[in-house]
């Protein structure tokens, strides 16, 4: 009941088991002769590529490659930017695979290296590269050379994994009076990984059995070194959590304001994506509902909310949903603003009041009513969207209101930031830039584009998505120290 394999799978599979290997060896191709039950098949390639996803690996390194099952099922698994290094004794076998690998959208992840595979590993650890995941099925009276060269020479990174092939070997590891090579060789590399404190291992009875072999945290205790570990914070992580393990937000709960669209819409997918649960707050209901559902298919747990945050009611209503639904407010994200340009002598007093009601007074309402929740919680990360506006006047565009409302925005963000830092709550703004968005590409102001991308250094826009990992960071609780600060993400345009 395994997921089906691919084509290019099925094709190298039966491509493997109809090849007349023996033919091969005596036509002096192979310097061994090759049984084709080596492959890996479907089961298992299936397996590995589970693996793969669960170890969210994405460089990876295969001692024994055979004719490439294993190696295009785990590459099937990397995503777009990883990559697969592949060992391999005889060159036959790359020649071999190498068609089927151009076929595959995921070959090109796979970089066979022929030869020794000690040499290549030497190669690579001369290089500093590490693996999320290695899978090693070769000689097996060398696994545990391969195994003590990984981990000697940090191939494999801070919680990686290693899985280890015909680790049961057909039952020949563990019957008493047994007298084969291979089985006794795998029965020793399996009680030296089990007596190794650097590592925990399953054995799993796949087919010829797979160790699954993790790297634990290091330990003082045991420490091979000679030299004196200060075993505090920075070497165990805080409270045990290395610094990525701080950056996540799982069972925190989240809103965005503004979410429908736009900078919103990236940072309530940044926080889903970190862990947490995110109330998706817009005025548009419609566009609230449609972010909301893109969350629930990354399996994300999100609920859309309707409000105008320039009303006090719509604010509290917005509060007391999401506590009601979830219990607490951990994360709050007011995003939403508005901007309308013209010139100072021209703009009204309606335009002042309508973009200050909901860029400041409805930025200040938001605060005050999650703050609120979050003093009485005792924790609470209170994220602002301000504007590089605060910082310079943008140019050639006249946005006076604009401006002076993001700048009451980072001065709220200041004052709040240094009142409720001691009881909890840190309360931080970020600037971005100009945005890419498809307002920019509007009639009115497509002709303004060049004009800014001359004063940025970046020599480009920025996209949404160069802003999601603030808002992770300013979230999560790798940036505890931090209140009252302005983050600027604006591709040095307010330097010059």
């Not at 996803?53 to 099952?69: D, N, P, S, V």
């Not at 089990?194 to 045991?222: F, H, K, M, N």
């Not at 309508?354 to 929740?373: P, S």
Request: with cysteine; charged share 25%.
């Amino acid at each position: 009941m395994s997921t089906q394999e691919s084509e290019h799978l099925a094709e190298l599979y039966e491509k493997t088991v109809s090849h007349d290997w023996e033919q091969v060896h005596k036509e002096g191709k192979t310097m061994f002769k090759l049984p084709k039950e080596c492959i890996t098949g479907h089961v298992e390639g299936q397996t590995l590529k589970m693996l793969v996803h669960m170890c969210q690996a994405k460089r990876i390194l295969e001692i024994g490659m055979f004719t490439g099952y294993g190696a295009l099922s785990m590459a099937e698994g990397l995503p777009e930017d990883g990559y697969l290094v592949a060992c391999e004794l005889e060159p036959y076998l790359k020649d071999f695979a190498q068609p089927i690998f151009d076929k595959s959208p995921h070959g090109r992840k796979i970089n066979v290296r022929t030869g020794s595979a000690k040499e290549t590993l030497k190669e690579l650890a001369a290089a500093g590269e590490q693996f999320d995941l290695i899978f090693i099925d070769a000689d097996k009276n060398n696994y545990i050379n391969y195994y003590n060269f990984i981990l000697d020479n940090n191939l494999l990174r801070l919680r990686g994994v290693i899985c280890i092939d015909n680790s049961l070997f057909k039952a020949k590891v563990y019957l008493k009076d047994t007298t084969d090579d291979n089985g006794l060789a795998l029965r020793k590399f399996n009680q030296f990984v089990s007596d190794d404190p650097r590592v925990e291992q399953v054995i799993i009875p796949l087919r010829d059995g797979i160790s699954v072999i993790r790297r634990v945290c290091a330990t003082v205790e045991g420490s091979v070194t000679q030299r004196k570990i200060t075993a505090d914070e920075v070497f165990h992580g805080v409270q045990g959590r290395p610094i990525l393990d701080r950056m996540r937000l799982d069972g925190k709960v989240a809103y965005v304001t503004g979410a429908g669209q736009g900078i919103g819409r990236a940072f309530a997918h940044a926080l889903g994506e970190a862990g947490a649960k995110v109330a998706i707050v817009d005025l548009d209901k419609d566009k609230a509902e449609a972010v909301s559902e893109e969350l629930f298919l990354k399996g994300i747990n999100a609920i859309p909310i309707t409000a105008d945050i320039s009303i006090p009611a719509d604010v509290q209503r917005m509060i007391d949903s999401i506590v009601s639904k979830w219990g607490a407010i951990h994360i709050a994200c007011n995003n939403a603003g508005i901007n309308m340009n013209s010139a100072s002598e021209d703009t009204s007093l309606e335009e002042w009041d309508q973009t200050f009601n909901v860029n400041l007074r409805g930025t200040f309402m938001c605060c005050q009513a999650v703050g609120r929740v979050m003093l009485k919680q005792g924790y609470g990360k209170i994220i602002n969207t301000a504007s590089m506006a605060s910082l310079i006047v943008p140019h050639p565009q006249k946005q006076l209101s604009y401006n002076t409302s993001k700048a009451g925005v980072v001065k709220l963000t200041q004052t709040l930031g240094t009142e409720w830092i001691e009881r909890g709550v840190c309360v931080n703004c970020i600037s971005p830039g100009i945005v890419d968005t498809p307002l920019i590409h509007s009639e009115s102001l497509r002709p303004l584009v060049q004009r800014w991308l001359s004063d940025i250094p970046a020599g480009r826009l920025a996209q949404v998505t160069d802003l999601q990992a603030a808002v992770v960071f300013l979230a999560s609780d790798a940036s505890d120290y931090m209140t009252g600060h302005n983050l600027v993400i604006e591709g040095g345009q307010s330097l010059w």
